[in-house]
C-alpha cells in the first residue's frame, strides 16, 4: 500500500446504550480506491461521520495526512483536504450552481489571498464544466434532476481542492447510465491522484471501481480485501444472504 492518508485507530462511538461502531481499525493510502460496504444500520455512515467531524467517537483516534484530527472541527478538517459528499444532496438553494461553488472556494485556507470574484468564478466554472454542469451554471438549483444534484454536491466537495473524497451514496436512485456517469467521474478524480472512499449498495459499482473493499457489519470491520476475495467472504456472504 502506498503511504498512508488516512488511518482509524480503534475506533469506537455509542448512541447510548446502542455500540454503533466498536474498536475500528483501518488504513487508507494515498491514491487508494475504497469501496465500504455493509448492510443498512451497519455503521458506515457513522464511521464517515466520525472521519469527518461530524460525530466525536468515545475512544480511538483519526490521523489524516499524519495529524491527529479527532477533537478537530469539521471545517478544519476540510482545509486539510478531506472532503464528503451526503446521501441527501444539501445545496444552497438560494443560490445558483455557480454561487454554490463561491462558499467553498473562499474557504479554502490552504490559498494565502482572498481570490477576486473573477478568479473565483473561473475556478467554479472550471469545476463545473468537469462534470458537465456548466450550461446550468447561472441557475437556481430547483430544477435540477437527480443525478445533477448529485454532481453538485461533488463539485462543492471538489471545490476545497480534497486529498481525501468521501462519495456517501453518491449513486442511491440512480439509473444503470446514471451510476456509469458518477462512476467515470469518480474514475477521473482517482486519477487525478485524490483518494476516494466510495460508500455503496450497488455492488457492480463497488466491484468495478474498488482496489480494496471494506465490510462493516453492527459496527464491526469484519472483512477487508480485492473485491472478488471480498464477495467470497463466508462473514460477507452471511451478513447479506444469510445462514
Known amino acids: 500500500m502506498s503511504e498512508t492518508l488516512l488511518a482509524v485507530h480503534n475506533l469506537t462511538k455509542r448512541f447510548g446504550s446502542f455500540v ?3 474498536d475500528i481499525s483501518l488504513e487508507i493510502g494515498a491514491g487508494e480506491r475504497i469501496g465500504i460496504i455493509g448492510p443498512n444500520g451497519s455503521g458506515k455512515t457513522t464511521l464517515i461521520n466520525c472521519v469527518a467531524g461530524r460525530l466525536r467517537p468515545e475512544s480511538g483516534r483519526v490521523v489524516f495526512g499524519g495529524e491527529d484530527v479527532t477533537r478537530m472541527q469539521p471545517h478544519r478538517r476540510a482545509q486539510r483536504g478531506l472532503a464528503r459528499t451526503f446521501q441527501i444532496p444539501q445545496p444552497f438553494h438560494g ?6 461553488l463561491y462558499v467553498p472556494l473562499e474557504y479554502d485556507a490552504r490559498t494565502t489571498e482572498r481570490p477576486a470574484r473573477a478568479e473565483l468564478r473561473e475556478s467554479a466554472l472550471r469545476i463545473l464544466n468537469s462534470l458537465g ?4 451554471a447561472d441557475e437556481g438549483c430547483g430544477a435540477l434532476s437527480q443525478i445533477e444534484l448529485r454532481k453538485l454536491e461533488l463539485a462543492r466537495a471538489l471545490a476545497i481542492n480534497p486529498r481525501l473524497l468521501v462519495s456517501d451514496e453518491a449513486m442511491a436512485g440512480l439509473s444503470a447510465s446514471e451510476v456509469d456517469e458518477v462512476l467515470e467521474i469518480l474514475f477521473a478524480l482517482a486519477d487525478r491522484g485524490i483518494t476516494v472512499i466510495m460508500i455503496e449498495h450497488i455492488m457492480r459499482a ?3 471501481f474498488s482496489e480494496r473493499v471494506l465490510c462493516i457489519v453492527s459496527g464491526k470491520l ?10 467470497r467472504h463466508p462473514e460477507v456472504q452471511r451478513a447479506y444472504i444469510g445462514d
Open 20 to 22: 454503533a461502531l466498536s
Open 95 to 100: 443560490m445558483t450552481l455557480v454561487e454554490n
Open 133 to 136: 454542469l456548466a450550461g446550468k
Open 206 to 208: 463497488i466491484m468495478r
Open 222 to 231: 469484519i472483512a477487508a480485501g480485492p473485491p472478488d476475495e471480498i464477495v
